[in-house]
């Protein structure tokens, strides 16, 4: 027996349909969908407990979607012997269909990290999952597995992402498990072998920068960056127009940016590096990715003589990695030499003094110390050089 319901919120039109459609029923599901109003700003067709379409009930559908025009129009949950039928009508390349999620459960899986978005789960010797917290949005997960799979099609070295499942009532998707230590480990583990590590971290970020693509479904790390300004608390009107003609004054670029390059991020599995996190690939000038390194390692650093947390080694250690990183990276000690070979290093710095506004000056993870640290930046660094560089404000 075919049942569908139909619910309007805020102008969109939520469909969901249960049983099978055949030339039988046809036209009852053709008279259900008629209901959908016309001025409705897109449709999503919930087929999840449609067990089976023909012929005649494609043609209905594909008259839904000749009426919604341009407007958003998704299928969605379309189980594996449905999505067959779709993808060998060709009803797959013409419209915007997903498949249903496949069912998991992580009940006695090891936890093996947890982070802002999720946590990661051990599903077995080959496999993780990155398990969503609940609120998530589904398009920023099929968005942030659409950029893994990207990166690795590009020869970025990363895990290979697998599909997107359901596992106790959250969304996740499952990668591959890197059996390795992060750069940040094998560091603390042995010193010794600290310009060897280092060098690898070079290689790594020198590859990454070296890609490029015009894809248009990887975002502009620059516009990005633009739109978060909005959330920069604590300073004046005149500072956060500034931050704006900072940032609109970056040059364009269509160099691969990871956006968090760190050493904790980077895998190193059979002598070879491998990044995971790849949640915010973008596209932009590579000082983006490197002055984010100069951010987190030299003005998100502990105090002297204190523990870096993040990085888990004294501060001077972490100073030592990033002058040996800058020396391995750029084949000099000073921002002023480098710049003579890069004409773009000048923008090295002040991008990062932009981070540090971006990240410090965001609600109250760093605490009042850094807050104060971000602000000088701010005005004795970032400010004066905008100036220089577009002019005063008017």
Partial sequence: ?????????????????????????????????AAVPEDITGVTLDIANIEYISSAGLRVVLNLKKRCGKKPFHIVNASSEVMDVFEMTGFAEIMDI??????????????????????????????????????ADPAFIEHEKSLSKKAFVMGIPTAISYDIVE?????????????????????????????????????????????????????????????????????????????????????????????????????????????????????GMPMFDLSRILFSMVYANAEKGEFNSFYKMPSEKVTEIYEKFFRGFFGCDTAEEAEKNNPDVKWLYPLAWFRACMSMLKGERWGEAMRSRALGLLREKLIPFTERECGNMK
């Fill in 1 to 33: 027996m075919l049942k569908t319901s139909l619910e309007i919120k805020d102008g969109y039109a939520y469909i969901t349909a249960e049983g099978s459609v055949n030339s039988a029923n046809a036209a009852e599901f053709g008279n259900a969908l």
């Fill in 98 to 135: 997903s498949p249903a999620c496949r069912k998991i459960s992580v009940d006695g899986c090891e936890v093996i990290g947890r982070g802002a978005c999720g946590e990661c789960y051990r599903i077995d010797d080959e496999t993780i999952i990155k398990l969503y917290y609940g609120n």
């Fill in 167 to 283: 596992a106790n009532g959250r969304k996740g998707v499952v990668y591959e498990l890197i059996k390795s230590k992060t750069l940040g480990e094998l560091i603390r583990m042995d010193d010794s072998r600290l310009d060897e590590y280092v060098a690898m971290y070079v290689d790594i970020c020198k590859k990454v920068n070296s890609i490029h693509t015009n894809d248009p479904e990887i975002p502009s790390f620059k516009e990005a960056n633009r739109a978060d300004i909005a959330n920069v608390t604590g300073i004046t009107d005149r500072e956060r127009e500034m931050l704006y003609r900072f940032i609109d004054s970056v040059p364009e670029g269509d160099t691969c940016i990871h956006g968090d390059l760190n050493i904790n991020n980077i895998m190193v599995q059979d002598g070879e590096c491998c990044l995971i996190d790849m949640g915010e690939l973008s596209v």
